[in-house]
Structure formats: structure tokens, C-alpha cells
Nanobody, 122 residues
């Protein structure tokens, strides 16, 4: 059974850092692109950053501006999202998802995690 489980969210002050984890089971993360997405209250879901499966390239949204990085630990079958210099506008539920057809391509058979809440506030 394919499953993605996010963790690591929480409350952090502006300027702080968090590392989110996306643990996979039922498949090997190394063989598929993985993307992080977020959805703030009252807003549509938006792509944050994506890691390809072939050459390890990453694609990030303009608002990331070098603050976030994505990485993969093949031994743990886990993808991480390191978020630095967090801002209040980064507050959202963060999701990881498989991108079987590649970064930026939606596919009905992609899998999604349940999400983890990130709140940036003083």
C-alpha cells in the first residue's frame, strides 16, 4: 500500500526554521519525482518545490527565493523540506505528493500525504 506521511510542522517565529519530513511506504522514493505543496486558509493549493527522480534537479516557486531546500534520503525513503527565514505568509498546511509524470504535471494517480500544519507567528 502506497502511503506518504508528513511530519515536522509546528509553530515557529518569523525568521525561524523548520524541517518537514515526507516518509514513503509501498514504493521507492528514488524512482519518482516528489513535490511539496501548501494551502493556506481561503487560498488555493500552490506548488512549493519539487525534486526530480532522474537527475535530482529541483524546481521551486518564486516565493521560495532560496529559503527552502528539498532533499532525499534514500536509505530512509524520506524526502525533506528544509525551510529557513520563515515568514508569516508561509503559514499553511504543507503536503508532499508523488509526481509520477514529472514535476509540475498533475496526474490522477499521484499520491498525497495528509498534510502537516506550519504556523509562523510571533
Amino acid at each position: 500500500q502506497v502511503q506518504l506521511v508528513e511530519s515536522g510542522g509546528g509553530l515557529v517565529q518569523p525568521g525561524g526554521s523548520l524541517r518537514l519530513s515526507c516518509a514513503a511506504s509501498g514504493f521507492t522514493l528514488n524512482n519518482v519525482a516528489i513535490g511539496w505543496y501548501r494551502q493556506a486558509p481561503g487560498k488555493e493549493r500552490e506548488a512549493v518545490i519539487c525534486l526530480t527522480s532522474n537527475d535530482g534537479s529541483t524546481y521551486d516557486a518564486d516565493f521560495v527565493k532560496g529559503r527552502f531546500t528539498i532533499s532525499r534520503d534514500t536509505s530512509a525513503n524520506t524526502v525533506y523540506l528544509q525551510m529557513n527565514s520563515l515568514k508569516p505568509e508561509d503559514t499553511a498546511v504543507y503536503y508532499c505528493a508523488t509526481r509520477y509524470l514529472g514535476c509540475g504535471v498533475d496526474y490522477r494517480n499521484d499520491y498525497w500525504g495528509q498534510g502537516t500544519q506550519v504556523t509562523v507567528s510571533s
